[in-house]
């Protein structure tokens, strides 16, 4: 079993950073893609930013002020979230695809909210 949990979320307002943290630990042999993923009110789950072997993939509602890293050694996911705008107000949710005895496995942590006033 992989648990995922994420931290960082909080209240901002439109302009300001925030930077999000996702730590995966327990039972596998390796991780292969780690991403963020949000959803508002009212609206489908949407991707924000995936990572998979130092390949960045981001929305394009996100290019240019999310930057997503990893720290491989600690099995950790970051979200850099600048300019942010009360558009980016959702529930960020981490995701990690983990492989265990050959068959790969998808968890998600308990959501984070982020809020960003006018």
């Known amino acids: 079993q992989v648990q995922v949990v994420e931290s960082g979320g909080g209240l901002v307002q439109a302009g300001g950073s925030l930077r999000l943290s996702c730590a995966a630990s327990g039972s596998f042999f390796s991780i292969n893609t780690m991403g963020w993923y949000r959803q508002a009110p009212g609206k489908q789950r949407e991707l924000v930013a995936t990572?998979?072997?130092?390949?960045?993939n981001y929305a394009d509602s996100v290019k240019g002020r999310f930057t997503i890293s990893r720290d491989n050694a600690k099995n950790t996911v970051y979200l850099q979230m600048n300019s942010l705008k009360p558009e980016d107000t959702a529930a960020y949710y981490c995701?990690?695809?983990?492989?265990?005895?050959?068959?790969?496995?998808?968890?998600w942590g308990q959501g984070t909210q982020v809020t960003v006033s006018s």
């Open positions: 995701n990690v695809q983990a492989r265990s005895f050959g068959t790969l496995y998808n968890y």
């Open positions: 990572i998979t072997s130092g390949i960045t």
